[in-house]
């Protein structure tokens, strides 16, 4: 099990990325979050198996997108952090 905290920059924000990125998450079985940031880019908090916030990272940065992802991706830092206990599903922020 892995954390991670993902900064999307690019054309992210008012395409339905937040969207995409929670069925994405949902369907590789992560729990966690997306939200717009002030500056333009989205944050994604997600936790669980190593391999699916992997194929999560993929589908995010994939050019061409084979999933139909929204908007345009520049690109993406990820942090990588502690389990939290508790938590339940994706939601958008």
Not at 34 to 58: F, K, S, T
């Amino acid at each position: 099990m892995e954390r991670v905290t993902i900064f999307v920059r690019g054309r992210v924000q008012g395409v339905g990325f937040r969207w995409w990125t929670r069925v994405r998450a949902l369907e590789l079985g992560l729990i966690g979050f997306a939200r717009n940031m002030a500056d333009g880019r989205v944050e994604i908090c997600a936790q669980g198996p190593a391999e699916a916030i992997e194929r999560l990272c993929e589908l995010i940065e994939e050019e061409p997108s084979t999933t139909r992802r929204p908007g345009h991706v520049q690109a993406c830092v990820v942090h990588y952090g502690h389990l939290k206990t508790g938590l339940s599903g994706f939601c958008e922020m």
